[in-house]
């Protein structure tokens, strides 16, 4: 999630779990911690390696929920030998700088990008995307509560709004999850329909929102792409099927970087050729044409691919135009155009 979402998460929780007294420091403290672990985005450029190393190293040893709980510990102890409130409370403040932390990793892994809960072990990364990386209904009642919180202070207000937002944010969570099972029966239905029932796919919501979702399947020529409105679909889900080229995807599947970006993507990526050269482009973020991560991994040798050094390249986003469609869409089930 944002550096927001996580910043009002992590001083929310630290807050509501800290003494009164010591409510507008665990904010600071909860705020300080719940973005922490997104500082390994300042560090991995340090460290060299390509774009599809950067890429991958995120989320990783800083969100692994075998090491933030030391880091949590390691943190409460040091604190705590300085005095002051964390000697003064240490059982709050230690439940209040773990949750701050352990609820980042967490929350990231209700995103669609992947968060690696298990490093060093090495399953593909979390994604249950459910909601998207920015989503201000789940911000907002996070906000508004440490707001009050920081005004009120130890007034018993400040206790419940941020109980309040807590439970909203975490219900909006909730939310997410059993629209995107609504929208995964629909796409099933439709899927087995086209004889795809056992094709790897997966769903996230459009930007901004929990109401428009869009769903991909892996198909053996390529893949199809569907978009569901939980509030204007009423009939079966439409897909449309987009081309890859999967021959040349199978003869550079042993090359180290597509590997690794295979891994870290679930294998949801498009292969095509431009200019001579493979480039991959990462399925899950984006919609066709325009997706974000796009990776050029080899180039044509006739009649075989050769693995060069990998680049990223950018490709155009009309992000204006995109919002403006996108939000029409979730009022608008658009005509079929095969009737």
Not at 59 to 73: D, E, M, Q, T
Not at 227 to 233: C, G, H, I, M, N
Not at 259 to 277: P, S, V
Request: net charge neutral; hydrophobic share 50%.
């Amino acid at each position: 999630m944002d550096s927001l979402s996580q910043i009002v998460l992590g001083g929310a929780l630290a807050a509501a779990i800290a003494p009164p007294g010591h409510r507008r420091a665990a904010l600071l403290a909860g705020a300080a911690l719940g973005t922490l672990p997104d500082l390994d985005a300042l560090v991995i450029p340090l460290l060299g390696g390509d774009a599809v190393d950067q890429m991958t190293l995120h989320r990783s040893l800083s969100h692994s929920l075998f090491v933030l709980p030391w880091i949590g510990a390691l943190l409460w102890w040091w604190f705590r030998r300085r005095g002051g409130r964390v000697a003064q409370s240490p059982v709050r403040w230690f439940w209040a700088m773990q949750l701050a932390l352990i609820t980042h990793p967490l929350l990231d892994a209700f995103t669609v990008y992947g968060t690696q809960l298990w490093w060093p072990l090495a399953p593909p990364p979390t994604m249950w995307s459910s909601v998207f990386i920015i989503d201000p209904l789940y911000t907002l009642w996070l906000l508004a509560a440490c707001i009050v919180a920081w005004v009120a202070r130890e007034r018993i207000v400040a206790q419940r709004a941020l109980v309040a937002g807590l439970v909203l944010s975490t219900a909006y969570l909730g939310w997410s999850l059993a629209a995107k099972s609504m929208v995964d029966r629909a796409a099933d239905e439709a899927l087995a329909a086209m004889g795809l029932q056992d094709a790897p796919r997966f769903s996230v919501p459009m930007p901004f929102n929990t109401l428009l979702w869009r769903v991909v399947a892996m198909t053996p020529e390529g893949y199809a792409e569907g978009e569901r409105s939980l509030v204007a679909d009423r009939g079966p889900m439409r897909f449309r099927r987009h081309p890859s080229d999967i021959a040349a995807l199978q003869a550079v599947s042993g090359f180290a970087k597509v590997e690794r970006l295979r891994w870290f993507n679930h294998g949801f990526m498009k292969a095509q050729e431009r200019d001579g050269r493979l480039v991959l482009s990462d399925l899950r973020m984006g919609a066709e044409p325009d997706y974000i991560f796009n990776f050029v991994v080899a180039r044509r040798n006739s009649p075989t691919w050769r693995e060069i050094p990998v680049e990223q390249l950018d490709w155009p986003w009309n992000a204006a135009e995109r919002q403006g469609a996108m939000w029409e869409r979730i009022w608008v089930d658009p005509p079929d155009p095969a009737r």
